[in-house]
Structures are given as structure tokens and as C-alpha cells.
């Protein structure tokens, strides 16, 4: 597709002018229209170095709200993150913003493919495939994606390249980097070319704009906002309002019911055996922070289960001796109001571990597919959607290096009221049990339609779930210590 | 003060055992209050490598609600930031949290005036002063501030060290830094003997804790947490509730009401002589642009004036020609709901710009000096108070390496009518206007006392107001360019 591009395109001086004045009125007009419809925007702009991506933009925000636009270039510290799209998960827009990121999620992984030292072809197509997934899900979120491209011959760029280099003024435009890219640019275009038109046939297209001509394809590519802008604001305003969630109380999704019922939960353990075989586990686990710190692995751990199951009780066993500084416990309640201007899965991407940090989800991305889901909290579409993203999450995660380990620590009814019915009597306990947690008990067998779900469908290989046994305290406690350790203990030798 | 604490202390493993336990509740239920009463808490823990403060904080968390307190540790990217305070300012507790720092916000700079090339005995005083005022900040606000430092001798902790090498599971603990620091002990100690006497004075006092004996310091520390916490509800609870400013709006603190009816605001510019004059800043402002970030300087613009005074404009304008990769514009609007669990200048802090970085701010902190002030969003006191903290803030910021440009743009009441009314009439403008500027518009006299106090009382030399004249638009855009281009000049040889 990038060899039909025209090239020869060009706009006289005067025509240019009085276009883009036209136009860029014509955008702050629609920029006002998104704050008003609340649609966030995100731009993607790719190209070959020396198109002059930078002017190209410039020339077409002038008359934009500088306070609802931001351009994310690349970021100067230098620090390269093992989760390559974090980065663009933290600067998502929220409702009404429009991001403008400079060069694509897909760069870093071609540029590692086409200048590094082994050029790993699965590992790229494991990324384009991420990539791809990542773009659906902001999209079926409500994200306007507009995905660009500047094209350019190779002789015309190294033409350029030479008239800028020459100029003192201008010498700095032209990188190291981007005369090694250019070395490679036959490597490149192939590369290119192929994620276009695979991108073309899955639906999700960039637009091709000739940049040999500045004029033209500054008009060029503010015709394309406009274009895709207004027909954002339609969809919009045209958009059904989905109902929410009713089927989602009722029905089991996975046809799988009774993974719960199916468990024993006769396990059980004394409490002097309890006692010293936390002791023991404990000083692993030490030892095993301590691995994972010098190692710089990332880890996460995530807990579910039935209120007054045992999370926190288990958790709190899991840190006991832990050196505080190396994890972190990440409460999740019902998101705040800044939360919730963004995609579900947006607070949880900002507190994802670095090399090093031991991350411990109590609750997750799962109250989707529990609290979300049962309570109408959101669309069926949006739940039923929820089983394939966060797989996909879990995958990437995994992809990336992180060690995902997640827990469902399981009771039954009875043992559920019992506790409650404990807590309210403990004078140290009153706090833990709330109205909400009767309330969601009357709903158990909504909700454990919905657990079944989750935890059939949400049990890829390499993120599959613990299932634990917790009616006895101790048992369950000590399960969760042993899974950890078992998790590692090959891969870490501790 | 350090050489009065008694070593020798120590406590039967018995009396700990029951004392930590009763202790540990008590804490928990403290943990309770805090959460009811909204109070946030920031314990700093600091002292010798070797006194163990990881195990020390684990031995007292553990009844605490994992979900309400962090740890904060050194950053493990090892990225140095040149913003010293900027660390702790992003982790700050929100209220009913606990933040555990693991070594002070002095501990940097005194690694550097002892271990470093060069002593610079200035530049440590500096950064001690700027964390009083930090200190007293944070306190100002509400934050309950509890600071701790465990003590031991010199031979005791090689002692210690030597053991610890020994050991294969317990020899990670000591780092080649712990050694070289523990070399240079008795500069160590008569630096922080020195802080410690000074933060005595001054009331904002060190617990001094023997750490020798293990157990002993487990449960001082705990009882100087529980002291400590207790206060804390007791005065929260027994605040006086600060009325709202009601002489905000009448009073001139500073005593200077003549700065703004003093500025001639008959100047102007012919619109070819505009053009003119952009267009060559303009390209100006784009070498410059590029000089601050190859050189990695971090850059503050700030933007103050009345409804319809021109910023938008005179921003506009800036950017124009600007790669919009090197720049970013933070609008300041009214906090949201998570900003506003915070200190006031804490949304500010966490946008502070990184080495290379021009942030753009579109109004400021100055909010709480004007707005705020006015209409009584705040109490007297906090007002009042705010003069110094800004200049503080400024201080700081400029002390590191910031270059901070502030612009007030002056228009007259009848001008903004004006601009109002025409505002009205256009339909591509009229959004820009709306009832609360009418409203504002009202209240010019009082608005009026409030911007001379700010601009007479936070006007350090550092960082000066640069007053503009605004009347004619194209004269005070003209002019804002030239003020940037001026300060970078000299400096830059650009």
C-alpha cells in the first residue's frame, strides 16, 4: 500500500494558507464539540524521520485549546520500561482530551527487530499482536483512535537529511539514530507496509499521507482529523444508550457451574501445625523477596474471594515478615471519581509492578466480572467483553516477564455467616462487616454464577487461578505461602 | 543530643512478646481513628545502616490494615531527581493514610555534602532550610509528621556488619554504600547531632531511639507511634473549625493597593509592527526551545490575569512555532475531588517539569492568593499563610536548577467589558464566556486587593512578576516573548 502513495502531490503557497485557515477554524470548532460530548481522542502519528512530524502537527493545533491537547514525544530520561505500553496507557485522554503521541506503540518493537542484535521474528508478532488487541479495547471503550502515517522516498529523505545537516540552525533536527534508521529504510518500508495492510484488512487503518509536499500534506492530514472527528461526534450522539446489565445476575456465561460446588472444603490443618509451618514458609518467603529484588522480577499477586473469606487475614500472613519496602499492597474499591473518566483497566495499568516490586492486588480487574457485572454496574456487552481484555492483560503481562499469581480463596455459606456473625460480636472486629456485605450475601448465587465464569474462563496456562480451600483459616493461609513458593522454586532455586 | 541516649537499654523476651502484642492492637485501633477522623500520617524513619529498620517497621505493622499505610523505600531505577522534595510531595498520605519513609528527605543531601567530591557546606544549609519549611508545610495542612531516628555506636554496628557478612542467607544486607558510609560514622554523627539539636529547637522534634537491643526499640517505637497518634485525634477532634475568609476580600495585607493602577497601560503596538515582531521571536523562541532541552534545563511559565486579559492569546502565540514535544500546557482549573484530599500545592508539584521540560501553566498556584482568597474558599490563616509558601515553593524550585517566568497581564475594567460584549457577539468566541466571569467581574475591587498583596508579597528576585501591560493584545504578546527571550539570552547565547 505505501508504494501507491502519490508522491507527487503539492499545493500551491496561497491555497495552502487560506485552506488551512479554513480548516483549523473548522477543528477548534470540533474540538469544542468533543469537550462537550465528552470523547476522548487519541492520535497516533508514524512515519519516516525527516517528514517533520513536529511541524506538521504544530501547524494544525494553532487554533486548538492548548488546554485540552497534549503531544507525547519520546521520553527524555532514557529509562526504557519492560512494559512498552504502559507508557500509553498512562497518557490516555480522558473524556473531552485528545492525545497526539508522536511515533507509535509499534516503534520500539521495530526498531528492536530491524537494529538490534537478533532480530526476533515471534517476538514482534507477539507485540504487533498486543498492539492490535490494546487498540480494540480503547476503542470499544469509546476512544476515537486515528492512526497516521507520513510517507517519504528514501532519496527525498536523504536529500533532506543533507540540506538540514548543512545548516547550523537546523543541524540538531537530524539524529544518530535516525541515519542508522535511514540505512535500513528498504527494512523498514517492507515492515510497514505489512502492519498497514494487515491493520487495513482487520479494519483499523492508518491513513497514508504523501509528506514530500509540506503544504499538502498538512492539508491532507488535517482533513483527516476533521473527517474522523466529526464522524466520532455522530457515533456519539447517535449511540443506542446501553441498558445495563440484567442477563448478568442470571445466567451463566461459560456454561460452567460448578467449579465452586465441586470443591472440598474439608481441608483442614491443627493450629501447632499451622504455626510451624508458617514459621518455616515465612523465612522463604524472606528469602525470596530478597531473590526477586537483586533478580529485578516483577511480580504480581492478586486475591479474590468471598467477603470475610480471608484475603486480608492471608495477605497479612504473606508480609509478615516480608522487608516492607519490597512490595506493595494495592487496596481496590469501587473506582474514584477520577477513576472513572477512563477505561476500567486504566487504574490498574498505573500500578503495575517495576523490575523489582512485588505488587498485591487485594481485589482486581476482576470486580468487572463480579461486583460490575451482578450489580449492573455496567453493560452486558461490557462485561462479556471483559473475558477476553483481561486475558489479554494477563498474556501481556506475562509476555513482558511479570510472574502473575492469582488466588480465589473459596467458602461456603454457612462458614460465611458464622464469620459474620463473629465479627459482629468481636469489639476488634465491628469495623470489618458492613450493611453492603449482608447485602451482597442475599445475591451469593448470582454471584457465584459469575465466579464460576471468571474462573473457567480466566485461567489462561500462564496465569491460571489458585484455587484455595479457606474454610479452615490455617489450611488456606498456608496454601497460598505454599503456592508462591512452589511458583518460584524451580525458576529461582531459593 | 544523639551522645546522651543510653544504650544499654534492653528488654526480657518475655515482657516484648505480651508488650508488642498489646501494643500492636492498640495501634490497629489507632489505625481505625485515623481513618474516621480524615487525618493523614507521615512517619520518616532514620539512622545507621545496620539498626534493621525493615524489621523494625515489620514488627509493628503487622495489626495494622495493609490497605491504609505505605512504605516508601529508595527508588529502585536509580534515576536521581533533581527535585529532591518531589518524592515525597508524589507520596504524600491522603487523609486516614499512612506513609512510612525509609530515610529522611535529608539523607540524600548529606550523602553528598559527605561522601561527595566536594563539600558544599551552602548547599546543604540550603536544602536543610527548604526541608523545615517543607516540614512545616505539610504539618500547616493537617498531616500528622512523626519523624524517628534509631541510634547505635560505631562498634557495635561493625560488629553487626561483620556478623551479617559472615552469614550466606543474611550477607545481602550490607551494600558496598553501608560500608562506605559506616567509614565516614563520626562525620555522620555530628551532622545529624547538629539537625537533631536544630529540629529541637525549632519544636519539630526527632524521637531518639536506642536501637542496640532489638526488642527494646520495637516497643519505644511503638509507644512513640501511639503517643504520637493519639495527640494527633485528640487535637483533630478538638480543632476549632477555621471560619471561612471574610476579610479575604476587603483588606489589603500587604499594604501596596497602587501596583496594577500604576502600570501605563497605554501601550501599543501597530498590527504590521506585530507581525513583524512575531515572526522573528517566534523562530527565536524554537532555537531556544531547542538549547533548553539539549542542555536539560526544566522550565516554568506561568500565567496570571483577569478574565479576558489575553493568557490564551499571548500562549497561543508562544507555541506557536514551538515543537510541540519540548512544551506542555497544564490548564488550572478548580481541584478535582482526589486533588482536593491533598495540600493545595500538591496538584502543582506532581506536574513539575523534568530536566528539558517547559510546562506551561495556565493560571497556578496563585489560585489560592486570588480565587480562592476571594471567595472564601479557604480561612484567613491559610490564605495568609499561603505568601510564604509560594515564595518557598519559588525558592525551592529555582534553588534546583528551575527557571521560573511568572506574567501577570494587566487589562482595565473597561477593557475587559470590552472584550466581554465582543465575546458575546462572536459565535466562534462566545464559549469562551461564561456566567462566572460575569460574576468574577463583579467582585474587580476585591480581586483587585488580592493581586496587588500577591504580586507585592511574592516577588522575590528569583522569581519576579513580569507585569504586562494588555490593553492592546498585540503589544503584550510581543512583550511576553520578549521577557522569555530576555531571561534566556544572556544565559543561553542563543
Redesign the interface.
Known amino acids: 500500500m505505501l508504494s501507491q502513495i502519490d508522491l507527487s502531490k503539492s499545493l500551491p503557497r496561497d491555497q495552502y494558507k487560506w485552506e488551512k485557515k479554513e480548516l483549523s477554524?473548522r477543528l477548534?470548532?470540533l474540538q469544542?464539540q468533543l469537550i462537550v460530548d465528552g470523547i476522548p481522542v487519541v492520535i497516533v502519528l508514524e512515519g519516516w524521520d525527516g517528514v517533520g512530524k513536529?511541524s506538521l502537527?504544530?501547524s494544525l493545533?494553532?487554533n486548538l485549546?492548548?488546554?485540552?491537547y497534549?503531544?507525547?514525544?519520546?521520553d527524555?530520561?532514557g529509562?526504557e520500561d519492560f512494559l512498552i505500553l504502559r507508557k500509553y496507557w498512562k497518557n490516555m485522554p480522558s473524556p473531552g482530551n485528545i492525545t497526539?503521541f508522536?511515533r507509535s506503540w509499534n516503534s520500539k518493537a521495530i526498531d528492536e527487530f530491524i537494529l538490534g542484535e537478533k532480530a526476533d521474528l515471534h517476538k514482534l508478532n507477539r507485540h504487533l499482536k498486543s498492539v492490535k488487541e490494546f487498540e480494540k479495547q480503547i476503542i470499544d471503550s469509546g476512544v476515537c483512535l486515528i492512526k497516521v502515517f507520513f510517507h517519504m522516498d528514501s532519496l527525498s529523505i536523504e536529500a533532506r537529511f543533507e540540506e538540514w545537516l548543512a545548516e547550523k540552525?537546523r543541524k540538531?533536527y537530524v539524529s544518530k539514530l535516525d541515519l542508522k534508521r535511514h540505512e535500513h529504510y528498504d527494512a523498514y518500508f517492507s515492515l510497514y507496509d505489512r502492519i498497514i495492510k494487515q491493520d487495513y484488512v482487520s479494519g483499523n487503518q492508518w491513513h497514508l499521507i504523501p509528506a514530500l509536499d509540506f503544504n499538502y500534506a498538512v492539508i491532507q492530514f488535517g482533513e483527516v482529523l476533521e473527517k474522523r472527528l466529526q464522524v466520532a461526534i455522530n457515533l456519539k450522539r447517535n449511540k443506542p444508550i446501553l441498558s445495563k446489565s440484567l442477563s448478568g445476575k442470571q445466567n451463566s456465561f461459560s456454561g460452567q457451574t460448578s467449579l465452586l460446588s465441586e470443591m472440598d472444603l474439608n481441608h483442614s490443618l491443627s493450629k501447632e501445625d499451622y504455626k510451624l509451618a508458617l514459621k518455616e514458609r515465612q523465612r522463604n518467603l524472606l528469602?525470596l523477596e530478597?531473590k526477586i529484588?537483586?533478580l529485578?522480577i516483577p511480580v504480581v499477586l492478586l486475591f479474590e474471594g468471598w467477603d470475610a473469606a480471608g484475603k486480608?487475614g492471608a495477605?497479612?500472613r504473606l508480609?509478615?515478615?516480608?522487608?516492607?519496602?519490597?512490595y506493595?499492597?494495592i487496596?481496590v474499591a469501587a473506582p474514584?471519581?477520577?477513576e472513572n473518566l477512563y477505561h476500567y483497566l486504566w487504574r490498574f495499568w498505573i500500578k503495575m509492578p517495576?523490575?523489582?516490586?512485588i505488587k498485591?492486588f487485594?481485589r482486581s480487574w476482576y470486580g468487572r466480572l463480579m461486583v460490575e457485572r451482578v450489580e449492573g454496574f455496567c453493560s452486558d456487552l461490557e462485561w462479556q467483553r471483559a473475558f477476553r481484555e483481561i486475558n489479554q492483560l494477563e498474556s501481556y503481562l506475562v509476555n513482558s516477564g511479570v510472574h502473575v499469581l492469582k488466588f480465589w480463596i473459596q467458602i461456603d455459606k454457612e462458614e460465611q455467616l458464622r464469620r459474620f456473625e463473629a465479627r459482629k460480636m468481636d469489639p476488634?472486629k465491628q469495623?470489618k462487616i458492613t450493611d453492603e456485605d449482608w447485602r451482597n450475601r442475599d445475591k451469593w448465587d448470582d454471584y457465584e454464577i459469575a465466579v464460576n465464569d471468571m474462573l473457567s474462563l480466566c485461567n489462561q496456562t500462564q496465569a491460571s487461578w489458585n484455587l484455595i480451600e479457606g474454610n479452615c483459616k490455617y489450611y488456606a493461609r498456608v496454601k497460598v505461602l505454599d503456592e508462591i513458593l512452589k511458583h518460584f522454586e524451580k525458576l529461582l532455586n531459593v
Not at 485549546?65 to 485540552?68: E, G, K, T, Y
Not at 497534549?70 to 519520546?74: F, L
Not at 508480609?319 to 519490597?326: N, S, V
Request: glycine share 10%; charged share 30%; proline share 4%.
Open positions: 477554524l477548534a470548532a469544542r513536529g502537527i504544530n493545533i494553532y485549546d492548548a488546554r485540552s497534549r503531544v507525547i514525544g519520546k527524555l530520561t529509562v497526539l508522536d540552525e540538531h528469602l530478597a529484588r537483586e529485578g486480608g495477605i497479612k508480609i509478615k515478615k516480608l522487608d516492607p519496602r519490597g506493595q499492597v487496596p474514584n471519581a477520577v517495576h523490575e523489582g516490586q498485591i487485594d476488634e469495623w
